[in-house]
């Protein structure tokens, strides 16, 4: 099994969501990234999402906008990210990683040069937001073909009819975008979640993990009571901001969110059964 | 009855010209792009649709624009030119249409679909301003609020257009994003329409996008070759030697070229913005001096670096600056059926003044590009061959960056 199928398991067995953890690499420096990692892993993440930043990034609000350019302005590159990639590994070998971004700095060698670099640095995943299943031969088959496991996106506005099409190639696990919107903006009314992950799960077996707007660790405990895994990126990437710009250590501010949101998802469902 | 040998049957079932278009969007955008499609189709199949839309162009756009035989800029260049050369060159009067550009043709098709989709609010992308004041233009018509995004950097260079919009009634957003032109405009246009797809549909201005859009701005565009075909063949009984039409995004080019594509005989000439010159790197030549990558929907030639990071695109003129090109011109690129060159700031600069003087018309920055290219080409071909070249815009919009550009305060 993948490294994220095990993860998944594991939580599931241990009767909670996974924990997952987005962050831009290289913001705000490739140098910095290394102990941001590891404070994600240390305050109680599950899975590691490690931003690829580019100039572009069309699916993303201004907190996200900003650290991928903070960390195109640090000198950022593709290598870097896959140093910072394979550094992890080593240090941290059952812990799932998974490459999040857009198309074009995927694709830019090649999908088989980039699907098999993955695969030997020790990438679990990808997750690209520009590449649907319609132009799945992009990206898919080089991923499948060198066992990266390619994480689809399934929105509000993807109906029973597409969800077959989103599932098919999909792999390590489905990634619920609870809006129809952008990274860092508000978050769905509890009720549309719950409805749309039961729908979710009644087409799929892979675990459904929900995120776009979880920022507090009330909202992921709500989460984490009816989804297999939340996600949280934004509020993690603001705490990175804000600890920079103050002069201070951005490591720090990052363990000190993640253990809160890591308590919160560890503890949802038997809280709400003693309540 | 299948067609062979047709250039004109493109894209595929995807969205694909050979390797290029397609829709690289994200997942909440897919159902609704599928769905413009879908109704695209309905729309072109539908007599009503086709009638309202001819009777726009006729009466609210000034369609047939004029095709204009300059016979002083074709005598001006023909003294410099070695005997017996100089070709006849024709100009596409769009900057003739109301709004000054050939923006609306596709703006008026947009919004006719917009509304039988039952959308209720319009958003646009705009560089020089043009397309964001087409798409003003036609939201007032239409009844429709409409939020312009353009770069921030573009609302300082055009602030005349950004008045004509705000005028119409459009909220004009200033995006201060990356490079905070057009592309970031883009972006923050697909923000909005993302958060927003359940009421809102997105005008783009130009032949690129995800699919259906290239294919759709380019019929809508189409007119422009249509109506040229027939007036050449009124006025000289024949088709023309080539074509020349400025590249931003491609619409007016495709729009001119597309009609003439199964026509051997006919070539075809793309200008592309070289800004201070290609070896410089603050060009605009997304095919001279690019690669293809995926950009903005669609799988296209891009300006970008190694690690496919967009590059900024610079030209003079607004409009051109745009870091990609639509999908079908990279594909027309690539099996040789269109020529693709460059012309400098300087260049385009001269041929702006060279029209104002020989023909009494000031011309927009960009079309002034082609005609730079016209002038170049005129002095190489035949005196009996004849040129169309598209003049897609006039230049009132560009008066302020021209005066800078020449040293004159006003
Ligand atoms: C007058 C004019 N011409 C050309 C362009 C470039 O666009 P396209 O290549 O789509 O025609 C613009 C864009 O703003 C324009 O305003």
């Not at chain 1, 980039?114 to 992009?138: L, R, S, W, Y």
């Not at chain 2, 359940?198 to 690129?208: N, Q």
């Not at chain 2, 001279?288 to 929907?297: D, N, Q």
Request: aromatic residues 6%; contains cysteine.
């Amino acid at each position: 099994m993948s490294r994220l199928a095990d993860t998944f398991a594991a939580c599931a067995k241990e009767g909670r969501a996974a924990l997952v953890t987005f962050v831009t690499g290289g913001d705000p420096s490739p140098a910095a990234t290394p102990a941001i990692l590891d404070a994600l892993v240390a305050g109680g993440a599950d899975v590691i999402e490690l931003g690829m930043p580019f100039t572009d990034p069309m699916a993303d609000g201004p907190a996200i906008q900003q650290a991928d350019i903070r960390s195109l302005q640090a000198g950022t590159t593709t290598r870097h990210l896959l140093d910072i990639a394979k550094g992890f590994r080593a240090r941290h070998p059952t812990v799932p990683l998974v490459l999040m971004g857009y198309a074009n700095p995927m694709v830019r060698r090649g999908a088989q040069w980039f699907a098999e670099t993955c695969a030997e640095v020790g990438v679990d995943g990808v997750i690209c937001v520009d590449i649907p299943p319609e132009e799945d031969d992009m990206l898919g088959a080089a991923l499948r073909a060198a066992k990266v496991d390619l994480v689809r996106l399934a929105t509000p506005t993807t109906d029973a009819a597409r969800l077959p099409a989103v599932l098919d190639g999909c792999s390590g696990f489905l990634y619920y975008v609870s809006v129809a919107g952008i990274t860092g903006m508000q978050q769905a009314a509890q009720t549309s979640i719950e409805q749309a992950v039961a729908k979710l799960k009644a087409g799929t077996d892979l675990p459904v993990a929900v995120g776009f707007g979880v920022r507090t660790p009330d909202q992921a405990a709500a989460i984490a009571r009816v989804a297999d895994g939340v996600v949280v990126g934004s509020a993690i990437v603001e705490a990175i901001a804000e600890a920079h710009e103050a002069g201070q250590d951005p490591a720090v501010a990052v363990r000190s969110i993640v253990s809160g949101l890591s308590a919160a998802v560890q503890t949802a469902r038997t809280r709400e059964q003693a309540a | 009855m299948t067609i062979a040998n047709t250039l004109r049957a493109q894209p595929d079932a995807r969205g694909h010209f050979g390797q290029f278009g397609g829709r690289y969007v994200a997942e909440t955008l897919m159902p609704l792009i599928l769905e413009l499609e879908k109704e695209y189709r309905r729309a072109k199949a539908d007599p009503a649709f086709e009638a309202e839309l001819d009777w726009l162009m006729k009466h609210y756009v000034g369609r047939p624009s004029p095709l204009y035989y300059a016979e002083r800029l074709t005598e001006t260049i023909r003294q410099s030119a070695p005997a017996g050369h100089g070709a006849k060159i024709y100009l596409k009067r769009d900057e003739l249409n109301h709004t000054g550009a050939h923006k609306i043709n596709n703006c008026v098709g947009q919004i006719l679909l917009a509304v039988r989709m039952g959308k209720t609010r319009i958003i646009a992308e705009t560089g020089a301003g043009q397309h964001g004041v087409a798409t003003a233009t036609v939201a007032a018509r239409f009844g429709l609020p409409c939020v312009v995004y353009m770069g921030a950097r573009d609302v300082e260079r055009q602030s005349p257009n950004v008045f004509r919009m705000k005028l119409l009634g459009a909220e004009v957003r200033a995006v201060e994003s990356g490079s905070r032109t057009l592309k970031d405009a883009m972006n923050e246009a697909l923000r909005d329409w993302v958060a927003n797809v359940h009421d809102t549909f997105y005008i783009i201005g130009t032949a690129a996008g995800p699919h259906p859009y290239p294919e759709l701005v380019r019929d809508f565009q189409s007119v422009i070759g249509h109506e040229a075909k027939a007036q050449i063949m009124e006025m000289e009984g024949r088709l023309p030697d080539l074509l020349v039409a400025a590249i931003g995004g491609g619409s007016n080019a495709i729009g001119l070229f597309h009609p003439f594509l199964d026509d051997p005989d006919v070539a075809m000439l793309g200008i592309e913005a070289a800004g201070h010159g290609l070896d410089t790197g603050a060009h605009a030549a997304s095919l001279t001096g690019g690669e293809p990558g995926v950009l903005h929907g669609n799988r296209t030639f891009l300006l970008q670096d190694e690690d496919g990071q967009i590059t900024e695109g610079h030209s003079i003129s607004a409009g051109l600056d745009y870091p990609g090109i639509g999908p079908e011109h990279s594909w027309l690129h690539d099996i040789g059926r269109v020529t693709y060159e460059s012309v400098t700031d300087r260049e385009a600069l001269d041929a702006f003044q060279l029209l104002c003087r020989t023909e009494g018309i000031i011309p927009a920055l960009e079309p002034s590009h082609a005609l730079s290219a016209v002038a170049r080409k005129a002095r190489e071909m035949k005196a009996d061959q004849i040129i169309i070249a598209n003049l897609c815009g006039r230049g009132d919009k560009d008066i302020f960056t021209v005066a800078s550009a020449l040293g004159v305060a006003i």
